[in-house]
Protein backbone atom coordinates (compact mmCIF):
# COMPACT_ATOMS: atom_id res chain seq x y z
CA UNK A 1 0.00 0.00 0.00
CA UNK A 2 0.79 3.34 -0.74
CA UNK A 3 2.55 5.17 2.18
CA UNK A 4 1.39 8.38 0.73
CA UNK A 5 -2.45 10.34 0.63
CA UNK A 6 -3.52 12.99 -2.11
CA UNK A 7 -6.67 14.50 -2.55
CA UNK A 8 -8.16 12.71 -6.01
CA UNK A 9 -8.69 15.61 -8.15
CA UNK A 10 -7.71 19.22 -7.82
CA UNK A 11 -8.38 22.26 -10.71
CA UNK A 12 -6.62 25.72 -10.89
CA UNK A 13 -6.68 28.84 -12.95
CA UNK A 14 -4.50 29.66 -15.24
CA UNK A 15 -1.32 32.14 -14.13
CA UNK A 16 -2.46 31.33 -10.79
CA UNK A 17 -0.35 28.78 -8.10
CA UNK A 18 -1.07 25.44 -7.89
CA UNK A 19 -0.85 24.16 -4.31
CA UNK A 20 -1.09 19.97 -4.08
CA UNK A 21 -1.04 18.50 -0.90
CA UNK A 22 0.11 15.40 0.11
CA UNK A 23 0.47 13.31 3.85
CA UNK A 24 2.82 10.74 4.53
CA UNK A 25 1.80 10.42 8.65
CA UNK A 26 4.10 7.10 8.91
CA UNK A 27 7.16 8.77 7.31
CA UNK A 28 10.71 7.54 8.94
CA UNK A 29 13.35 9.45 9.44
CA UNK A 30 15.29 8.53 6.57
CA UNK A 31 13.11 8.72 3.90
CA UNK A 32 12.43 11.45 1.06
CA UNK A 33 9.77 13.37 -0.42
CA UNK A 34 9.22 12.75 -3.67
CA UNK A 35 7.19 14.68 -5.94
CA UNK A 36 6.56 13.19 -9.94
CA UNK A 37 4.32 13.64 -13.09
CA UNK A 38 2.43 12.26 -15.09
CA UNK A 39 0.85 13.83 -18.65
CA UNK A 40 -1.63 11.59 -20.35
CA UNK A 41 0.31 8.20 -21.94
CA UNK A 42 3.82 9.57 -21.31
CA UNK A 43 6.80 8.52 -18.05
CA UNK A 44 6.31 9.73 -15.13
CA UNK A 45 8.39 13.47 -15.02
CA UNK A 46 10.53 14.24 -12.35
CA UNK A 47 9.69 17.37 -10.19
CA UNK A 48 11.69 17.85 -6.90
CA UNK A 49 12.46 15.82 -4.11
CA UNK A 50 13.14 16.67 0.07
CA UNK A 51 14.16 15.21 3.26
CA UNK A 52 13.43 18.03 5.64
CA UNK A 53 14.00 21.25 4.72
CA UNK A 54 11.84 22.94 2.01
CA UNK A 55 13.33 22.74 -1.90
CA UNK A 56 12.93 24.45 -4.93
CA UNK A 57 14.27 24.39 -8.90
CA UNK A 58 13.03 25.83 -11.91
CA UNK A 59 9.77 24.01 -11.82
CA UNK A 60 8.47 23.83 -8.17
CA UNK A 61 8.92 24.29 -4.67
CA UNK A 62 8.37 21.86 -1.99
CA UNK A 63 7.20 22.64 1.79
CA UNK A 64 7.75 19.87 4.14
CA UNK A 65 6.46 20.52 7.62
CA UNK A 66 8.12 20.26 10.44
CA UNK A 67 6.88 16.94 11.74
CA UNK A 68 7.65 15.63 8.41
CA UNK A 69 3.86 13.84 8.37
CA UNK A 70 2.79 16.25 5.34
CA UNK A 71 4.01 18.13 2.28
CA UNK A 72 2.84 20.50 0.02
CA UNK A 73 3.64 21.17 -3.68
CA UNK A 74 3.50 24.25 -5.12
CA UNK A 75 3.98 25.44 -8.91
CA UNK A 76 4.12 29.11 -8.92
CA UNK A 77 2.52 30.02 -12.03
CA UNK A 78 0.72 27.33 -13.58
CA UNK A 79 0.07 27.00 -17.00
CA UNK A 80 -2.24 24.47 -19.28
CA UNK A 81 0.70 22.21 -19.47
CA UNK A 82 0.89 21.49 -15.80
CA UNK A 83 -2.15 19.83 -16.37
CA UNK A 84 -1.33 16.06 -15.29
CA UNK A 85 -1.04 13.54 -12.50
CA UNK A 86 0.74 14.23 -9.65
CA UNK A 87 2.22 11.57 -7.57
CA UNK A 88 4.08 11.82 -4.23
CA UNK A 89 5.85 8.98 -3.00
CA UNK A 90 8.23 8.67 0.08
CA UNK A 91 11.52 6.20 -0.35
CA UNK A 92 14.36 5.52 1.37
CA UNK A 93 17.76 4.00 2.28
CA UNK A 94 17.53 0.24 1.41
CA UNK A 95 13.76 0.89 -0.36
CA UNK A 96 14.24 0.19 -3.91
CA UNK A 97 11.03 0.80 -5.38
CA UNK A 98 8.69 3.04 -5.73
CA UNK A 99 5.42 2.38 -4.35
CA UNK A 100 2.88 4.60 -6.17
CA UNK A 101 -0.68 5.80 -5.00
CA UNK A 102 -3.46 7.11 -7.17
CA UNK A 103 -2.20 10.75 -7.43
CA UNK A 104 -3.65 14.31 -7.91
CA UNK A 105 -5.11 14.77 -11.13
CA UNK A 106 -4.56 18.39 -11.37
CA UNK A 107 -6.41 20.55 -14.00
CA UNK A 108 -5.06 24.16 -15.31
CA UNK A 109 -8.03 25.97 -16.44
CA UNK A 110 -7.69 28.55 -19.18
CA UNK B 1 22.69 13.82 -22.53
CA UNK B 2 20.21 10.84 -23.48
CA UNK B 3 17.11 10.44 -21.35
CA UNK B 4 15.94 6.88 -20.65
CA UNK B 5 14.77 5.06 -23.91
CA UNK B 6 12.56 2.37 -24.32
CA UNK B 7 11.45 0.10 -27.39
CA UNK B 8 9.21 -0.65 -28.88
CA UNK B 9 6.64 2.00 -28.46
CA UNK B 10 3.75 0.22 -29.10
CA UNK B 11 3.37 -3.53 -29.14
CA UNK B 12 0.32 -5.93 -29.73
CA UNK B 13 0.55 -9.69 -28.97
CA UNK B 14 -1.94 -12.58 -28.26
CA UNK B 15 -2.80 -14.66 -25.37
CA UNK B 16 -0.24 -16.99 -25.10
CA UNK B 17 2.95 -15.33 -26.41
CA UNK B 18 5.82 -13.71 -24.99
CA UNK B 19 6.83 -10.38 -25.24
CA UNK B 20 10.77 -8.57 -24.85
CA UNK B 21 10.59 -5.20 -24.07
CA UNK B 22 13.84 -3.25 -24.09
CA UNK B 23 15.47 -0.08 -21.84
CA UNK B 24 18.28 1.91 -21.71
CA UNK B 25 19.07 3.94 -18.68
CA UNK B 26 19.66 7.70 -18.40
CA UNK B 27 24.03 8.66 -19.24
CA UNK B 28 25.70 7.85 -16.25
CA UNK B 29 23.25 5.43 -14.65
CA UNK B 30 23.89 1.62 -13.47
CA UNK B 31 20.20 0.63 -11.90
CA UNK B 32 17.44 0.17 -13.77
CA UNK B 33 13.69 -0.61 -12.38
CA UNK B 34 10.53 -1.38 -14.45
CA UNK B 35 6.93 -0.53 -13.69
CA UNK B 36 3.51 -2.03 -15.15
CA UNK B 37 0.85 0.84 -15.45
CA UNK B 38 -2.45 -0.50 -15.97
CA UNK B 39 -5.27 2.20 -17.53
CA UNK B 40 -6.38 4.65 -14.33
CA UNK B 41 -3.66 3.02 -11.94
CA UNK B 42 -0.22 4.43 -10.67
CA UNK B 43 2.49 2.27 -11.65
CA UNK B 44 3.40 -0.80 -9.84
CA UNK B 45 6.81 -1.77 -9.11
CA UNK B 46 8.11 -5.17 -10.99
CA UNK B 47 11.68 -5.49 -10.36
CA UNK B 48 15.00 -3.58 -10.16
CA UNK B 49 18.52 -5.20 -11.93
CA UNK B 50 22.25 -3.97 -10.31
CA UNK B 51 25.20 -5.83 -11.37
CA UNK B 52 23.31 -7.74 -13.77
CA UNK B 53 21.37 -9.05 -10.86
CA UNK B 54 17.71 -9.14 -9.21
CA UNK B 55 17.88 -6.78 -6.37
CA UNK B 56 14.32 -6.49 -5.59
CA UNK B 57 11.39 -8.02 -7.07
CA UNK B 58 7.62 -6.74 -6.54
CA UNK B 59 4.37 -8.46 -6.43
CA UNK B 60 4.62 -10.50 -9.78
CA UNK B 61 4.63 -13.87 -11.07
CA UNK B 62 7.49 -15.71 -12.44
CA UNK B 63 6.17 -15.22 -15.95
CA UNK B 64 7.54 -11.59 -15.85
CA UNK B 65 11.80 -11.81 -15.79
CA UNK B 66 14.44 -9.53 -16.62
CA UNK B 67 18.38 -9.39 -17.29
CA UNK B 68 20.40 -6.83 -17.11
CA UNK B 69 23.83 -6.48 -19.86
CA UNK B 70 27.13 -5.00 -18.73
CA UNK B 71 26.56 -1.75 -20.30
CA UNK B 72 23.57 -1.70 -17.87
CA UNK B 73 20.52 -1.49 -20.78
CA UNK B 74 18.09 -3.68 -19.37
CA UNK B 75 15.22 -6.28 -21.31
CA UNK B 76 11.78 -7.78 -19.54
CA UNK B 77 10.18 -10.62 -20.77
CA UNK B 78 6.82 -11.89 -20.51
CA UNK B 79 5.91 -15.42 -20.73
CA UNK B 80 2.46 -16.64 -21.30
CA UNK B 81 0.97 -13.89 -21.62
CA UNK B 82 -2.61 -12.93 -20.15
CA UNK B 83 -5.53 -10.31 -21.50
CA UNK B 84 -4.43 -8.83 -18.17
CA UNK B 85 -1.02 -7.89 -18.85
CA UNK B 86 -2.35 -5.15 -21.51
CA UNK B 87 -0.30 -2.41 -19.71
CA UNK B 88 2.20 0.42 -19.78
CA UNK B 89 5.39 -1.04 -19.23
CA UNK B 90 7.53 1.95 -17.60
CA UNK B 91 11.76 1.39 -17.22
CA UNK B 92 13.30 3.56 -14.60
CA UNK B 93 17.20 4.18 -14.41
CA UNK B 94 18.85 5.71 -11.23
CA UNK B 95 22.29 5.63 -9.81
CA UNK B 96 23.35 3.21 -6.91
CA UNK B 97 24.60 6.47 -4.65
CA UNK B 98 26.86 5.46 -1.54
CA UNK B 99 26.69 6.47 1.13
CA UNK B 100 23.79 8.55 -0.14
CA UNK B 101 20.52 6.95 1.44
CA UNK B 102 18.16 7.94 -1.77
CA UNK B 103 18.47 6.89 -5.35
CA UNK B 104 16.32 9.09 -7.47
CA UNK B 105 14.39 7.33 -10.37
CA UNK B 106 14.24 8.90 -14.08
CA UNK B 107 11.26 7.18 -16.05
CA UNK B 108 11.14 6.59 -20.08
CA UNK B 109 8.31 6.68 -22.04
CA UNK B 110 7.21 3.27 -21.83
CA UNK B 111 5.98 1.00 -23.79
CA UNK B 112 2.03 0.41 -24.66
CA UNK B 113 1.05 -3.56 -24.27
CA UNK B 114 -1.98 -4.60 -25.91
CA UNK B 115 -3.07 -8.35 -25.37
CA UNK B 116 -5.80 -9.57 -27.36
Known amino acids: DAKTTQPTSMDCAEGRAANLPCNHSTISGNEYVYWYRQIHSQGPQYIIH???NNETNEMASLIITEDRKSSTLILPHATLRDTAVYYC???????????FGTGTRLKVLA | DAGVTQSPTHLIKTRGQQVTLRCSPK?????VSWYQQALGQGPQFIFQ???????QRGNFPDRFSGHQFPNYSSELNVNALLLGDSALYLC???????????????FGPGTRLLVL
Open chain 2, 27 to 31: SGHDT
Open chain 1, 50 to 52: GLK
Open chain 2, 49 to 55: YYEEEER
Open chain 1, 89 to 99: IVNGSGTYKYI
Open chain 2, 92 to 106: ASSLLGFPSPQETQY
